[in-house]
């Protein structure tokens, strides 16, 4: 075979350290950034803050009308923070209309304060501690509260806690567990050591004023027919419990006052809070988005170091050389993805305008491509900005993704959005009879009078992301 040299064109993309670094900082979050940066300024020593005085923030793509509309607003919207709590129990719906604590969050819990800086064993063990029993019976006690899971259900059968504390008592008997469990579910919280649900709600009844209306009829309820009321059968409910409508529904409601989770209020995790990323005001008729100050990091070289490196470039210096560059090259990009996300957020406010004037019903079909064709930018730098940044708005604090949606056509050859679709839903359940709640098909079916072809099956699919139980299930009792 013989050798030969050959010339070959060719194309390949190589991504730089500068690009690829553009890139990461483009979809971290706000808090993520801020933890990325603190890193770089302890690596870098040519990388610092700027002080509260001297900073100072323009990014070139920012409008003329964004200043303008800056120094105009006065109420500036402070930052919201999220917060989220499982949901639990027989019918969350229910159970969060009788919820004790504040407001119509779907997700209160049910507690009337959190317990601050206590988890529900330490709880537990406290008064375990002051409390009159054995040495013996303290150890069951403390056994029993080990075995509780966070919502102060007890975990384990009886028959396996007695069995694995025989080698560490002699001659225990389970009637001594049992005895033990008593004294447990005789502590604070009340419904505390139970083993299901009904036997925590049982609890709570009997702890109630012999006198309290229904709780004869409640007992009952709870001890035998919660599937029943979960499943809203008033007819067969009336004839197990030989009861008339009033009495059941003031049973039902008491039960509904109930703690389903009594020891879900200890050891409540730490609030996360949610920086947003640019702020939407009405200015003049016209809807801007502005870029929140005070999430904005504000970097420069140091110019003690930066100095020294230029009077003695001659004498080498050329890792602090290499650190001067990369603490440019940071500085340019988190700058660069600043002016990128208010470019990207005032593209999204200029199409869904009508969304901040009527609310969720208003909002129209959005895909990322509209946006990237807008910004000129590639659908997947869309997706990267607008994940995990957050718009503070008029109308709450939203996540630049809640913006975009599927589209479903309706009769004039037009499209509606998803998101316009579930706040319809939404509107027509809150409105309807509750002794004759709408079915899936009822609501396609007013969706469809109103010039929106959606399919029964659609409907349900939207109904349950709403977390709205079918129709069934919403009858009134």
Known sequence: MKH????????????????????????????????????????????????????????????AHTAEAEAQSTDTPQ???????????????????????????????????????????????????????TLRDRTLVAALIDDLDDSGFLTQPLADITASLQDELEELEPEEVETALKHLQNMDPTGVGARNLAECLTLQLRALPPDTPASDAAMRLTAHY??????????????????????????????????????????????????????????????????????????RVNRVYADILSRHRENGG????????????????????FDTILRVSQAIVDRQKHFFEHGEVAMRPLVLREIADAVELHESTISRVTTQKYMMTPRGLYELKYFFGSHV??????????????????????????????????????????????????VAKYRESLQIPPANMRRAL
């Not at 930052?79 to 604590?101: F, Q, R």
């Not at 008339?244 to 703690?259: C, F, G, H």
């Not at 309807?432 to 709640?437: F, I, L």
């Open 318 to 337: 050329g890792q602090l050389a290499s650190q001067l560059q990369e603490a440019r090259w940071l500085i340019k990009n988190v700058q660069q993805r």
């Open 409 to 458: 056509a309706t009769d004039n050859g037009g499209a509606c959005s998803s998101t316009a679709i579930r706040a319809l839903i939404k509107q027509l359940v809150a409105a309807e009879n509750g002794k004759k709640p709408l079915s899936d098909g009822q609501l396609a079916e007013v969706l469809g009078q109103q010039g929106i072809v959606v399919a029964r099956r659609t």
């Open 79 to 133: 930052p919201e923070k999220a917060e989220s709590e499982p949901a639990t129990a027989l019918d969350d719906a229910d159970w969060n209309d009788y919820s004790t604590g504040s407001g119509d969050d779907e997700d209160n819990d049910y507690a009337q304060g959190s317990v601050s800086g206590a988890t529900l064993r330490e709880h537990l063990l406290n008064q375990l501690i002051v409390s009159p029993l």
């Open 226 to 299: 919660l599937d029943l009321l979960a499943a809203r059968d008033v007819g067969k409910l009336k004839k197990m419990l030989g009861i008339d409508d009033p009495t059941l529904r003031a049973a039902r409601a008491l039960i509904l006052s109930l703690n389903p989770r009594p020891g879900a209020v200890f050891g409540v995790d730490e609030t996360h809070y949610v920086i947003p990323d640019v702020y939407v005001r009405k200015v003049k008729g016209m809807w801007i988005a502005s870029l929140n100050a005070d999430a904005m990091p504000k970097l």
């Open 4 to 63: 030969s040299l050959q010339l070959k064109l060719g194309q390949h993309l190589t991504l730089t350290p500068q690009l690829q670094q553009s890139i990461r900082l483009l979809q971290l979050s706000t808090l993520e950034l801020n933890q990325e940066l603190e890193q770089m300024l302890q690596d870098n020593p040519l990388l610092e803050r700027e002080d509260e005085d001297e900073a100072s923030y323009a990014p070139a793509d920012v409008p």
